[in-house]
């Protein structure tokens, strides 16, 4: 049974950082694509980092040059920089495409 527990998530200003991790344990994830999610309410779940099997990492448009990925072994990071109002959101890593099952997420919570 795959699980992924996700945290990092918290409280931030406008224009701060947080990083956020994600552990996944059930599945060796060297051999999928994994990715960094996010969905707000209401909202569908977007896509925000993919990490290939060849290493490589790439992110939707809204997020480049102020999120950066990074894995080590079976787990996945996520690091945010610059970090806008409309960030702040639940976030969820998992493969891509998606296990059957997801974490309980990670909440990035804006403070003004």
């Known amino acids: 049974q795959v699980q992924l527990v996700e945290s990092g998530g918290g409280l931030v200003q406008p224009g701060g950082s947080l990083r956020l991790s994600c552990v996944v344990s059930?599945?060796?994830?060297?051999?999928?694509?994994m990715g960094w999610y996010r969905q707000a309410p209401g909202d569908t779940r977007e896509l925000v980092a993919t990490f290939t099997i060849f290493n490589t990492i790439t992110y939707t448009n809204s997020v480049k040059g102020r999120f950066t990925g990074s894995r080590d072994k079976n787990t996945l990071y996520l690091q945010m920089n610059s970090l806008k109002p409309e960030d702040t959101t639940v976030y969820y890593c998992?493969?891509?495409?998606?296990?059957?099952?997801w974490g309980q997420g990670t909440q990035v919570t804006g403070s003004s």
């Open positions: 059930g599945s060796d994830i060297s051999r999928d694509f």
């Open positions: 998992n493969k891509i495409p998606p296990y059957d099952v």
